[in-house]
Structures are given as C-alpha cells and as structure tokens.
T-cell receptor, first 112, second 112 residues
Framework: QKEVEQDPGPLSVPEGAIVSLNCTYSNSAFQYFMWYRQYSRKGPELLMYTYSSGNKEDGRFTAQVDKSSKYISLFIRDSQPSDSATYLCAEGVSGNNRKLIWGLGTSLAVNP | NAGVTQTPKFQVLKTGQSMTLQCAQDMNHEYMSWYRQDPGMGLRLIHYSVGAGITDQGEVPNGYNVSRSTTEDFPLRLLSAAPSQTSVYFC???????????FGNGTRLTVT
C-alpha cells in the first residue's frame, strides 16, 4: 500500500459545480498537509497548506483534514474552466520538506 | 521577482552524454531540491540542499550529481545519460526545509 493514495481521475465537471478531491494516507506521523495545482507543462504551484485538523478556507478553495480517518480533501466552489489542471496532495512530518510524500495527482476538467 | 528559474526547458540527449540542468532562485531560500516526475510514479526527490556548501541524497540519487556554491544556484548534473532518465525535472525551493515548496516550470529531458 502506498503511503498516500489519490484517485487519478480524470474527473470531468460542468462549470459552476462543486468539486471534491481526496487523498488518504497511512502514516499517522503526518502532520503537514498541502495541495498543489499543476497545469499542463508547468510546475506545481501551492494552493493550500495546513498543520491541523479541520477546515481552512481561501477564496473558492477549502482544505479539510480528518486525522482520525487519515483523509484530506480539497473542495472547489463555483468551479471555472481555469481550474482544469492536475491536483497533487502532499503530506509530511514536522514540515520537513525532505520527507514529503506526494500523491500521484487527480486530473480535473471543468467544462464551460 | 522571477521565483525559481530552470533552463533549458527542453533537452534531447543521446545515451552516454552528460549535461547540466540549471536552477536559480531569487527568493533567498536556503532549501533547494530536485525532483523528477514520471507517469505513475509521481514526484520523487533526487537531491536536496539545506544551504550553500551542503547537499544530500534523496530517494533516487543514482546517476545524478549536485553542488551548491551559492544560495541562488543549484545545478543538477547527469553524468552519463540513460533512457531511464527520460523524465520531467523540477527544481523547488523553500525558505527553510520546513516551509511549502516553490517549483520551477521544469526541464523536459529525453534520452535516446
């Protein structure tokens, strides 16, 4: 079993839909959770990061962490065609970048 | 403020050739790292550096060398290219090893 599991998709939704992207992890030591967005032929760019359980909101994006279930989610409200990208989750221990574990990414297409 | 700059964007090598992938950042970040991204494998850490003069191996270091003579630059050297090194290479940096990573836009390398 991989330490981080992420459904690869592709996920296709109509413009304006609420999108839910999910990752599960197996290492209880993970304390540091991030979501990155990667457009085609570009580098990953940070969307959200959090150290704690619960929700963190930034504009149309909400990151949710449930440590008891070892489950993290990214919700996108009022999705736009510009949200079409691959979304990567990453988990780490004590914020140490050397020990980051990456999901394989979920491909999202938002159709106008 | 350019962030993380990688050159070249594309490169084709023949087996056995050597080359250097360049990475520069202008954010005064102490931590820099190299990843490769392959389909079905995700992002894998090749080498990293926590400051000028200090480098260490990541998950997949074989066939690659690095050095860090300045805070700004972190080149990755392929000593004798092999087809297995065909990949997209990303350089990433952070303020310290504990903060979210900032990525460049990658170098797409093909080894024939």
């Amino acid at each position: 079993q991989k330490e981080v599991e992420q459904d690869p998709g592709p996920l296709s939704v109509p413009e304006g839909a609420i999108v839910s992207l999910n990752c599960t992890y197996s290492n209880s030591a993970f304390q540091y959770f991030m979501w990155y967005r990667q457009y085609s032929r570009k580098g990953p760019e940070l969307l959200m990061y959090t150290y704690s359980s619960g929700n963190k909101e930034d504009g149309r994006f909400t990151a949710q962490v449930d440590k008891s279930s070892k489950y993290i989610s990214l919700f996108i409200r009022d999705s736009q065609p510009s949200d079409s990208a691959t979304y990567l989750c990453a988990e780490g221990v004590s914020g140490n970048n050397r020990k980051l574990i990456w999901g394989l990414g979920t491909s999202l297409a938002v159709n106008p | 403020n350019a962030g993380v700059t990688q050159t070249p964007k594309f490169q084709v090598l023949k087996t056995g050739q050597s080359m250097t992938l360049q990475c520069a950042q202008d954010m005064n970040h102490e931590y820099m790292s190299w990843y490769r991204q392959d389909p079905g494998m995700g992002l894998r850490l090749i080498h990293y550096s926590v400051g000028a003069g200090i480098t260490d191996q990541g998950e997949v270091p074989n066939g690659y060398n690095v050095s860090r003579s300045t805070t700004e630059d972190f080149p990755l050297r392929l000593l004798s290219a092999a087809p297995s090194q065909t990949s997209v290479y990303f350089c990433a940096s952070s303020y310290s090893g504990r903060y979210p990573l900032h990525f460049g836009n990658g170098t797409r390398l093909t080894v024939t």
